[in-house]
Each structure stands twice: as structure tokens, then as C-alpha cells.
């Protein structure tokens, strides 16, 4: 384990030399180490900087875990059973919010929509009892998490919720303390969003139609909402499409705020933008290599704080010139790695600031600035050595249409790049999502078991602009798949991989393409491992329409099948499963809610009946990841003994 680090802090806190790549040999490094549990996940300090919460992960349980910083006493609160931990915060001082998902059964045959849902809940711990309770509706729907506004004292929220499936959203303030719920906004038609300002007074809604999108505005919470515009996806006005608009933030008592728009360059920017009369104002930020994806404000609402993009990796642009010069100096003194204001105290006396690397899983630390003082409290993964790990580059290759294909390359450590063996490692999503620099732990695994790892970030990947998303519209299992086979091709053209020892390994959407590229190019590829992966995509997108919902498109039947009459049957390994050839491993989670079990259990069920070369796992208390160490041992201890059968590095 590393020490802890105190450090009086003057021009230098501390200097953390750069991860030098050596051609020494590595050794095997056991998958204990690799499965082992992080220590201390995304900690939040509360408001007063008196507190801190962080998720932890221990026998097979999720915590949130609530430490005080004065005297270091921490208690832990385990998630309700056959849950997944979605997203927690305070709730001004001394409550911490927090949202689960779970698996539900229809009660009866529920015809074209399925017999399973997702279930969405909000909960509230006191802090100063230790107690939790339910948070939203009595007799809510399914998403009871969309939280509009959150009092920054609080004392309640605002909630968007539909009553069940077949009704569209209404709005509701809940009362924190009682869990009173009084209506705001009234369901109505077709309108699927709503939009409050930063005091939580609902102002804008947006209704989608066929191609169309109706936006209504009010300037007060006294006044109607009246039709202030009409949005069409696809027409063309003034020679070009029209622009998009997202990540809408109101300010109160004025109908100016900021907004993250295409509307110059394709890429999301942000700018000032008047609600009522839809004008477009100053650009505020923005970026010609890439897009930004959120931004944020002061605790008041008032004023921005900070904008967020990646290029090779994640970044953040500060407004708050005191963030601002605090981020500089921290990147100074932490070189060669990626430094993170994650989190700050109200008046920015204490914050936690992460250390991290492709290299290095990341350190914690608790930084006061006045005392120039910082302290490292947790490691995200410490049984890691950093300077054992593969190093991550960040390059490009061109598809057979010319199209330009980000993409991280990892080299095992220690081995000469010519004829090496290939995993294909595709992220999930497959819309709005990408690969970055982050440490990846099924990365390095790989690159230790001496596998060159390709993670590309395939057309219609996030963070690329709108035409590298619309280039991905309609082709899942066509062009996003070319992607693949034209990454592997640009490695062999190179000599750096065998292009006759492939595999192509991943998780969710990546587990969908990795079944697919083997069904689809058994030419090409040797194997197949897919953790979670979608097997047969009508009967997924039955169950949730939202899998594949982007920043771009509302309506998953123009992202998935495009301008013509395609048929995901035909790119749907399920359903094209005589065409498959090649040994697969398929793993799941019985406890699975984004992606249910019962696509295992379909494609299972049509390799045994065919007598398919298949090892099927099942984790019967997991769900879309991984919580128990076994598990997560086991699922890299299945992977490297398949791939050492079937693609010997």
C-alpha cells in the first residue's frame, strides 16, 4: 500500500516523476491484483466541508460510505438489495441524496412492450441519525430520479415523473423533510422534458413529434406556457440544418441563461441564450477539436463555474478565476498526470483533488489552500503499480470511406510491437459515449497478458461533433462495425499486430459488437467475449428505448435504422446465429437492469441448440458491472483462459 502523503505546500507541493516505458520484461501480474476492490469512489464533500461521502464496494454490497473530517468518524450505508447505485449528492448539509435502479417484473404479459422494466428510486440519509427513507412519490412510475431542482439548503426538490409507463411526465415539489409532494406542472401532451430554473421554477418543456420538436416557455412560474418555437431534426432552412440545443439553464427572474448549441460549427459550444425569443447570444466557450459536453454553476445559479471537453483525455475549463489559478498551480505540481478539482466546499476552504493516469488507477487528496496544506486519504486502486502498466497513445487511423477513426493503442510493457496478438476492445453506449485516458483495468490486463489492445472510438461515438454522430445514424452492425475491421487492418498494416491472432473482446454495446463481429467476419476474428451485451436489439429496445438515446436524436428508430427500412433482425446475433463460427464466451449478470438477463438467456438457448463452441457464465447476484471481487476475479480469470485457448499471446 502507498503511504500517506502530508505535504506543506509552497511553489512545489510534491513531484510525482513521469511513467517511463522500458523494454524490460513484465511479469504476470496475478488477476487478485487487477479484480482487487478500489478503496474510495468519486468522494463529494458537503457544502459546510465539514463532511464527505464516497461509494465503497465490500462482499459483493455497494456503500455510501459518510465521513467526518474533523474527527475522521465514517459509517457506511449499504444499498437496498438487487440494486445499482446511480448517482448520490448532498442535499444542502447533513443529507445525502441518492438514486438505485432494479430489475422489475410486469405483473402478466405486457405484449409488445415486455414483461421486464427498469425501476428508478431516490433515497435520503440523515447524516446526524444514520437513517435512510424513500424520496418521491408514493405511486410513482418508473423513473423516479429525474430531479429538475435541488434546494441548495435541502429543505426540497423538484421532481419530474411520470405516474406509470403509459403517461407523460408531470412535476412535483418534494418536500424533504415530509416527503410532501404538491404538483407544479400538470402531464401533458407528447411533452417529454421539463426544464427549471436555477430557483426551481419549471419555465421550459419540450414535446417531441415526428421529426419535430415544440419547445413552450414561460417567463415565471405565474404565467401559461405558451409555443415559442418549432424544431424540425431533419428539414433544411437557410442551406442548413438547424441548429441543436441542449443542457438548457435558466436563471430566475430574467429569460436569459445558457445553453451548449451546434449552431456555428457543428460542435457544442456555449453561449448565452434568451428563452423567449430563441436568440442565440454570446459565445462564451467552445472548442474547434472538440465538443463540450456539460457545464456548470455557482452554487447560486448566478454564474458559471466551469465547462467540460475531451480531446486525448477529459478536461475542464474554469471560469472561477480562483479555480482557475488553483488548477494551474495543481497541474504544475502533479505532472505527467491528469489533476481534478472533483470537489469543493461552498467558500472553497477544502477540496478533494484526484491524481490520475492510463498508468495510475488515482490518488485522493484533501487540499485546504490557505494552509497549503494536502493530504492523501484513498487510492481508487492501490494494489496497482503504475510503473508496471502499459502505456495508452492516442491516435487516428482512416476507415474505407475516408473517415477519420479515433482510437487508444496500448502496447503490452516490455514486448517488441511486431506480429503481437490483437483485442479489439469496443466501448459501450454506442451513441454519446467514448473511450478516454482514464486507467482502464480490462486495459491493462489485457496488455499484461501481452495482447495489443485497440479501443477505438467508432463513427457516432460522443465528443466528435454532430457529423461524426450522424455518420453513425443507422449503422449498428454495418459501418460502427467496418470501424472495427478497419482498426485491426491499420494495426497489421503496420506490423504491429498478427491480423490472424484477433479477438475482439467488451461489455454492453461493446459485448453486441463483439458477438456481431464474429457472427458477421468470422475471417477475421478468432474469438469473442461479451460481458452484458446486447444479443437481439428489438427485443431490448422493447424493454428500454432509452439504450440508445443521443444528445443528437430523441427517437432511437431514425438513430438505429436510418433512412430506410432496415431490419435489426439481420445485425442481431440472435436471430443470424447459424451464421456463427467461432467460439464465444457470454457472460451476465442475473441481477442485470440495463441490459436484462433475458438476453442471455435468448441467445444461450439458440448456441446450446445448435451445439455452438460457447462457455456461458452467469453471476447470479451481479448486475451491469461488477460488485463482488470473486465475480470480477472470475470474469478475468474466464476471459484470460479463453483467450488463451483460442488467441495464444
Not at 489492445?453 to 449503422?475: C, D, I, T
Not at 455452438?612 to 476475479?633: I, L, M
Request: net charge negative; hydrophobic share 35%.
Amino acid at each position: 500500500m502507498r503511504a500517506t502523503l502530508v505535504a506543506a505546500i509552497g511553489l512545489l507541493f510534491l513531484n510525482i516523476g513521469s511513467v517511463q516505458e522500458t523494454r524490460a520484461a513484465v511479469e504476470k501480474i496475478p488477476t487478485e491484483i487487477f479484480a482487487a476492490e478500489g478503496d474510495v469512489y468519486n468522494p463529494i464533500l458537503s457544502p459546510d466541508g465539514l463532511q464527505m461521502v464516497y461509494r465503497q464496494n465490500a462482499d459483493g454490497k455497494t456503500f455510501l460510505t459518510v465521513r467526518s473530517l474533523s474527527g475522521g468518524e465514517a459509517y457506511s450505508k449499504a444499498m437496498p438489495d438487487d440494486t445499482d447505485l446511480i448517482w448520490y449528492r448532498w442535499a444542502g448539509n447533513g443529507q445525502v441524496l441518492f438514486s438505485v435502479s432494479s430489475l422489475k417484473q410486469y405483473r402478466g404479459k405486457r405484449g409488445y412492450i415486455g414483461d421486464e422494466f427498469r425501476q428508478v428510486e431516490m433515497y435520503l440519509i440523515d447524516t446526524a441519525s444514520r437513517q435512510s427513507r424513500y424520496i418521491g412519490l408514493q405511486d410513482g412510475g418508473p423513473d423516479g430520479d429525474n430531479v429538475l431542482h435541488l434546494d441548495p439548503d435541502g429543505r426540497f426538490l423538484v421532481l419530474e415523473v411520470r405516474r406509470s409507463i403509459y403517461k407523460y411526465p408531470s412535476v412535483y415539489r418534494i418536500d424533504l423533510a415530509t416527503n410532501q409532494a404538491e404538483l407544479v406542472v400538470k402531464d401533458q401532451m407528447r411533452v417529454w422534458d421539463w426544464v427549471a430554473d436555477n430557483a426551481g421554477d419549471v419555465r421550459l418543456g419540450l414535446s417531441y413529434r415526428q421529426n419535430t420538436t415544440l419547445i413552450y416557455y414561460r417567463s415565471s412560474a405565474a404565467e401559461r406556457f405558451k409555443t415559442v418555437d418549432k424544431v424540425k431534426d431533419k428539414d433544411i432552412v437557410d442551406g442548413g440544418k438547424e441548429s441543436l440545443f441542449e443542457g438548457f439553464n435558466i436563471v430566475s427572474g430574467s429569460d436569459e441563461g445558457y445553453v451548449l448549441s451546434n449552431a456555428e460549427t457543428g460542435r457544442f459550444a456555449l453561449y448565452k441564450f434568451n428563452l423567449k425569443t430563441r436568440e442565440i447570444g454570446e459565445k462564451i466557450f467552445g472548442r474547434d477539436d472538440s465538443e463540450l459536453t456539460r457545464f456548470t454553476l455557482s452554487e447560486d445559479g448566478g454564474s458559471l463555474r466551469a465547462a467540460y471537453y475531451t480531446d486525448s483525455r477529459d478536461r475542464v475549463h474554469w471560469f472561477d478565476d480562483d479555480l482557475a489559478a488553483q488548477q494551474k498551480m495543481l497541474d504544475r505540481t502533479l505532472p505527467n498526470q491528469e489533476v481534478w478539482i472533483s470537489s469543493t466546499s461552498d467558500d472553497k476552504s477544502k477540496m478533494i483533488i484526484l491524481s490520475t493516469s492510463p498508468q495510475d488507477p488515482g490518488s485522493f487528496y484533501l487540499y485546504e489552500p490557505a494552509a497549503k496544506k494536502m493530504e492523501r486519504f484513498a487510492g481508487v486502486k492501490d494494489q496497482i503499480d503504475p510503473k508496471v502498466m502499459a502505456v495508452t497513445t492516442y491516435e487516428s487511423y482512416a476507415a474505407r470511406d475516408g473517415t477519420k477513426i479515433p482510437a487508444y493503442v496500448t502496447i503490452p510493457k516490455g514486448r517488441d510491437p511486431k506480429k503481437l496478438p490483437l483485442v479489439i476492445l469496443p466501448h459501450g453506449g454506442p451513441y454519446d459515449v467514448r473511450d478516454n485516458m482514464d486507467f482502464n483495468m480490462e486495459v491493462q490486463f489485457l496488455a499484461n497478458r501481452g495482447y495489443v489492445v485497440l479501443q477505438p472510438n467508432f463513427r457516432g461515438s460522443g465528443g466528435y461533433g454532430e457529423k461524426f454522430y450522424e455518420l453513425g445514424e443507422g449503422q449498428i452492425g454495418r459501418a460502427m462495425q467496418d470501424d472495427l475491421d478497419d482498426g485491426m487492418d491499420w494495426l497489421a498494416k503496420r506490423g504491429i499486430v498478427d491480423p490472424d491472432r484477433v479477438c475482439i473482446v467488451g461489455a454492453s454495446y461493446g459485448g453486441y459488437a463483439a458477438l456481431w463481429g464474429v457472427t458477421r467476419n468470422p475471417e477475421r476474428y478468432r474469438c469473442a467475449a461479451s460481458f452484458a451485451g446486447v444479443t437481439d436489439f428489438n427485443t431490448h429496445l422493447r424493454y428500454n428505448r432509452q439504450f440508445l438515446k443521443s444528445r443528437y436524436k430523441r427517437q432511437w428508430k431514425e438513430i438505429v435504422k436510418g433512412e430506410d427500412d432496415f431490419d435489426l433482425d439481420d445485425v442481431s446475433p440472435v436471430r443470424m446465429v447459424d451464421q456463427l463460427e467461432r467460439p464465444v464466451l457470454l457472460v451476465h449478470g442475473k441481477k442485470d437492469s440495463i441490459v436484462p438477463y433475458s438476453q442471455f438467456k435468448l441467445y444461450k438457448e439458440k448456441l446450446e441448440d445448435r451445439g455452438a463452441d460457447a462457455v456461458f457464465v452467469t453471476y447470479e447476484k451481479e448486475s451491469h458491472g461488477f460488485k463482488e471481487f470473486e465475480n470480477r476475479k472470475d470474469w478475468l480469470d474466464q476471459l484470460d483462459k479463453f483467450l488463451a485457448k483460442h488467441n495464444p499471446a
